[in-house]
């Protein structure tokens, strides 16, 4: 090879010229359409195994932080390991896209397999973000060959042009993922689609533009590989339902009777066949079990309605099963219920396995069923005045509902309360999670409400912890009303009585110190992290 100047008064070796079907401008814009459409499937690669990790465990800065972190860190190895392959650069880049197709389209189904099956999830994710970063890696040093085989310029300005391609299709890419591939294929076929994108790009660029440089069997070679590739991911994509249904069965002990992914969450369904024990879970995490349920149910709303029960706000509990409660009582005039996804507000009104036990409350006169983030929905509902509010809302799993649970949600529910309002907040379980309990309770004394602990034995959750508030003296009674309706089957004034007592080894004293959750410093998050440890 001979040197050639850069334009900066320094040597570079220049890229051995080839035979092209077009002129070199033409040629040139081909590749970063290449390059584009490369970096849109790449990061698409990285939001799926986020969007994976946060369905399947929760708390999506984690999920984020170590597929990023290990997919960058990945990109600089995979860029290293290229500097022998820049002789070959057509070849190799045509491998590396077929490579990406075939791991980036399957990494979803992988993983999930890898959950359900293994228990292997995070060794798996973080091999395959490597895998995968890596080879995302080595694409621009073989793309910064081909480009100057093309037509020889200078370093910088080559780097510029393929940079810019790659950011805007790494944009795209982005924007591409929660508008368009989750809404219309789902997050498996999402992937899936992106796979076959992703090695036809990148191989054909190569057999049409770069074929000078292969071999007859090299181009037979790449043909074959991409037939076989897009064969293989069409096959994968037509047994996706039935891979799905299996593999999430597994993750269940009863057999799956309903099963839904939301614009939020998974919804499943399950029912015992022994028992018609039917169980809602929404992403893996259960929320109610029919055997049991009445125990939660009774045990949250009887006490709160031992005072002023005109107006009740019901925050989350979009299965009905909370506002079943409340209508028991005559003299409540109107119940809000608010609960983010509008699919289990749907299904709590028109599926019989929900109807057969909230006995179809939500289609009440008295109800007003609102779809919107309970935070967002207090913050524009400040003059509103609601006698009595439950706080019915998912465990602090994550950044989202941790905000549910914070001193600032707490501040924004006292000021929809009357003065003689109560609040009713379930937190989660004493046993097994202390510190995320009383720290609860801390949230919501320091926005100025006076708390009462009690907790109660539901068999399907274990010991099950609420606190009861209101906004002066020490802390409203916890007992049932003395118009509480006849065919109570648990709370009764003696078992809620004896529900405030504490064991030593879990009561406040026990606990310690406990700081509250914040918007900007949510530590109910880690307080529910090393909760559950050996259980």
Request: with cysteine.
């Amino acid at each position: 090879m001979s040197a050639a100047d850069d334009g900066s008064g320094t040597t570079t070796e220049a890229a051995r010229p080839i035979s092209l079907p077009m002129r070199p401008g033409p040629a040139r814009f081909f590749v970063l359409l290449a390059v584009f459409i490369c970096a849109s499937c790449g990061m698409v690669y990285e939001l799926a195994l986020v969007a994976l990790g946060s369905y399947l465990l929760g708390d999506t800065i984690v999920q984020a932080s170590i597929v990023l972190a290990v997919m960058v860190f990945a990109m600089g190895v995979g860029s290293l390991a290229t500097k022998r392959l820049t002789g070959f650069a057509a070849v190799s880049f045509a491998l590396i896209e077929a490579a990406l197709g075939i791991i980036g389209g399957l990494s979803v189904i992988l993983l999930y397999l890898a959950f359900a099956f293994a228990d292997v999830y995070t060794v798996a994710m973080v091999a395959l973000a490597f895998v995968i970063g890596a080879l995302i890696g080595a694409e621009i040093p073989l793309l910064m060959e081909l480009v100057q085989r093309i037509r020889a310029q200078k370093a910088s300005s080559a780097v510029a042009d393929l940079f810019a391609a790659d950011y805007v299709g790494g944009l795209i890419g982005g924007l591409a993922f929660p508008f368009l591939l989750l809404p219309l294929l789902g997050l498996p076929r999402g992937a899936l689609a992106v796979g076959m994108t992703n090695a036809l790009v990148g191989i054909l660029i190569v057999l049409w533009l770069f074929r000078s440089e292969l071999s007859r069997a090299a181009q037979l070679m790449l043909a074959a590989l991409l037939v076989l590739i897009l064969g293989g991911l069409t096959v994968v994509w037509v047994y996706t339902d039935d891979i799905e249904v299996t593999t999430r069965q597994r993750l269940y002990r009863d057999p799956i009777v309903y099963s839904q992914r939301s614009d939020y969450q998974e919804i499943v369904l399950t029912e015992a066949k022994r028992t018609g024990d039917t169980r809602l879970f929404l992403n893996g995490n259960l929320q109610f079990a029919s055997a049991d349920e009445y125990r939660y149910h009774e045990s949250l709303v009887h006490p709160l309605l031992d005072g002023p029960r005109r107006n009740v706000l019901v925050l989350g509990g979009g299965d009905g099963l909370a506002v079943r409660e409340i209508l028991k009582y005559p003299d409540v005039e109107s119940v809000t219920l608010v609960d983010l996804d509008p699919a289990v507000l749907e299904l709590a009104k028109t599926s019989e396995h929900f109807t057969a036990f909230n006995d179809d409350s939500l289609d009440d006169p008295r109800v007003t069923t609102i779809a919107a983030d309970a935070f967002t929905w207090l913050r524009e509902a400040k003059h509103s005045a609601y006698d009595a509010v439950i706080a019915d809302l998912p465990d602090p799993d994550d950044v989202a509902t941790s905000k549910l649970y914070s001193i600032e949600f707490y501040g924004l529910i006292r000021q929809v309360m009357t003065p003689e309002a109560r609040l009713v907040v379930q937190a989660g379980s004493p046993y097994f999670a202390p510190e995320a309990y009383w720290g609860i309770g801390e949230a919501v004394a320091e926005a100025g409400l006076s708390t009462t602990p009690y907790h109660v034995d539901v068999p399907s959750f274990g010991d099950w912890g609420y606190f009861l508030a209101d906004l002066g003296g020490d802390g409203p009674e916890v007992t049932v009303p003395d118009e509480a309706p006849d065919g109570l089957k648990f709370a009764t004034a003696e078992v809620l009585a004896a529900s405030t007592t504490f064991p030593p080894d879990r009561d406040r004293a026990a606990v310690g110190k406990v700081e509250a959750s914040t918007l900007l410093h949510p530590r109910v998050l880690d307080q529910e992290r090393g909760a559950w440890v050996g259980y």
